[in-house]
């Protein structure tokens, strides 16, 4: 019986002794948890103060570049298409053709005109040489008849001739003197057709000149090339289809002009300007691919302003929301567009370091340069030039001018 109760009594001490233990345990680890969170904070703290605050960052981002889309200037029937959806074609390259059949009889109308212009205006310089001799045998008559009329006038006053014969040299002076007047006066109508001209500097050549080369621009513009270097996109076009002038009939992006829009927090913007880097990363490749960029320009607006109908109103149901502002990130490295390729619409992530703040916000100047040009079309004219000379020369010959 002893026993028993002793070892009852040994058994109620035990958790007596345990239980400062747990509560020490306890205590010791609620101590390392809070300093724990205290090393947590100022690591955080010295990791945002030093390094986090310099940067701003963002997923609302994507590639946006130049779509440049392939239109008729003329009306036509389409015979042939050059490319299609992905293919990659370079600056000047066929993409579209159109029958020719018109713009081939209306060249040739219009070389025929310019021909037909040129020997017309050749005979214009023709009529003020023949006027010029006809007024120079009327000078001569007026002179003759003028002398004639002198010598019967002495005659006349000795009576040596009669009166009536007197009377008929002045008759045959007065219509020498007005035929003169008549041929000086078709002279000078001449004269002004073609004064202070030769005949390729016309007016009446220069006006079927031009008439040439817009049917030599129509005859060029049923093939439509390439205006730059890209991939072709969104091809709707078909053989045999009738376009009108502005009618998309594809587009061509150029991989190697685009940039990525990156919509930032207007509270983001504070210390963002404009030539700052930027870390751009593709939802594509993921974070192994990082590519170098800068900001171009900060948007002088949010999308919200510039909606059809736009979110601000004066109707009392405003509600407050943070906006977002488009910042234009370039891509520095070509290379690296290259070795990892970027699509128009793809997802981005852009970080930007706010190190450096000497930049501007806005843009102070205007470009030095045209940013984006082509000059494919520059020399369709060159050829019609080439064809007015030689159409002149052709039917020049003989003539001095």
Same mark, same amino acid.
């Not at 306890?26 to 090393?39: E, N």
């Not at 002495?154 to 000795?158: G, H, I, R």
């Not at 079309?377 to 020049?396: C, G, K, P, S, T």
């Given at each position: 019986?002893?026993?028993?109760?002793?070892?009852?009594?040994?058994?109620?001490?035990?958790?007596?002794?345990?239980?400062?233990?747990?509560?020490k345990?306890?205590?010791?680890?609620?101590?390392?948890?809070?300093?724990?969170?205290?090393? !947590?904070?100022?690591v955080?703290?010295?990791?945002?103060?030093?390094?986090?605050?310099?940067?701003?960052?963002?997923?609302?981002?994507?590639?946006?570049?130049?779509?440049?889309q392939i239109?008729?200037?003329?009306t036509?029937?389409?015979v042939?298409?050059?490319?299609?959806?992905?293919d990659?074609?370079?600056?000047?390259?066929?993409?579209v053709t159109?029958?020719?059949?018109?713009?081939?009889?209306?060249?040739?109308?219009?070389?025929?005109?310019?021909?037909?212009?040129?020997?017309?205006?050749?005979g214009?310089?023709?009529?003020?040489?023949?006027a010029?001799?006809d007024?120079?045998?009327?000078?001569?008559?007026?002179?003759?008849?003028?002398?004639d009329?002198?010598?019967?006038v002495?005659?006349?006053?000795?009576g040596?001739?009669?009166?009536?014969?007197?009377?008929h040299?002045?008759?045959?002076?007065t219509?020498?003197?007005?035929?003169l007047?008549?041929a000086?006066?078709?002279?000078?109508?001449?004269?002004?057709?073609?004064?202070?001209?030769?005949?390729?500097?016309?007016?009446?050549?220069k006006?079927a000149?031009?008439?040439?080369?817009?049917?030599?621009?129509?005859?060029?513009?049923?093939?439509?090339?390439?205006?730059?270097?890209?991939?072709?996109?969104?091809?709707?076009?078909?053989?045999?289809?009738?376009?009108?002038?502005?009618?998309?009939?594809?587009?061509?992006?150029?991989?190697?002009?685009i940039?990525?829009?990156?919509?930032?927090?207007?509270?983001?913007l504070?210390?963002?300007?404009?030539?700052?880097?930027?870390?751009?990363?593709?939802?594509?490749?993921?974070h192994?691919?990082?590519?170098?960029?800068?900001?171009?320009?900060?948007?002088?607006?949010?999308?919200?302003?510039?909606?059809?109908?736009?979110?601000?109103? !004066?109707?009392?149901?405003?509600i407050?929301?943070?906006?977002?502002?488009?910042?234009?990130?370039?891509?520095?490295?070509?290379?690296?567009l290259?070795?990892?390729?970027?699509?128009?619409?793809?997802?981005?992530?852009?970080?930007?370091n706010?190190?450096?703040q000497?930049?501007?916000?806005?843009?102070?100047?205007?470009?030095?340069?045209?940013?984006?040009?082509?000059?494919v079309?520059?020399?369709?004219? !060159?050829?019609?030039?080439?064809?007015?000379?030689?159409?002149?020369?052709?039917?020049?010959a003989?003539? !001095?001018n």
């Open positions: 019986m002893s026993t028993e109760i002793s070892s009852a009594h040994d058994g109620a001490a035990q958790p007596n002794k345990t239980q400062p233990n747990n509560k345990r306890r205590s010791f680890m609620l101590h390392i948890l809070v300093a724990a969170i205290l090393v !947590a904070a100022i955080f703290g010295a990791w945002y103060v030093l390094e986090a605050r310099w940067y701003e960052g963002t997923d609302d981002a994507y590639v946006n570049g130049n779509i440049v239109t008729p200037q003329i036509g029937t389409v042939s298409i050059g490319a299609d959806d992905g990659f074609i370079k600056q000047g390259d066929a993409l159109l029958d020719k059949a018109d713009a081939d009889v209306a060249l040739e109308n219009a070389a025929a005109n310019l021909a037909n212009t040129v020997r017309k205006v050749r214009l310089y023709s009529t003020v040489s023949g010029q001799a007024v120079a045998v009327r000078q001569t008559a007026v002179q003759k008849a003028k002398a009329y002198n010598r019967r002495t005659l006349a006053s000795s040596a001739i009669s009166a009536e014969e007197l009377s040299a002045l008759d045959t002076l219509s020498a003197e007005s035929s007047t008549t000086e006066q078709q002279l000078q109508t001449n004269k002004v057709l073609v004064d202070a001209t030769v005949v390729t500097s016309h007016p009446d050549v006006a000149a031009a008439q040439y080369r817009a049917a030599y621009l129509t005859e060029v513009r049923t093939i439509m090339v390439a205006p730059v270097t890209g991939y072709v996109a969104r091809r709707s076009v078909q053989v045999g289809q009738r376009v009108q002038p502005g009618a998309a009939l594809m587009a061509v992006v150029p991989l190697h002009a940039w990525t829009h990156a919509n930032f927090k207007e509270t983001q504070t210390n963002m300007r404009i030539g700052q880097p930027v870390e751009v990363t593709s939802d594509v490749y993921g192994a691919v990082k590519y170098n960029g800068r900001v171009l320009e900060l948007g002088v607006g949010t999308g919200g302003a510039f909606a059809l109908l736009p979110a601000q109103n !004066a109707t009392g149901n405003w407050k929301i943070v906006q977002r502002i488009p910042v234009r990130v370039v891509f520095t490295d070509p290379r690296q290259d070795q990892h390729p970027l699509r128009i619409g793809m997802s981005m992530k852009a970080e930007v706010l190190h450096d000497s930049g501007l916000m806005l843009a102070q100047k205007v470009p030095a340069q045209v940013a984006f040009s082509t000059d079309f520059q020399q369709q004219l !060159a050829h019609a030039d080439e064809r007015v000379a030689q159409i002149i020369h052709e039917n020049m003989g003539s !001095a």
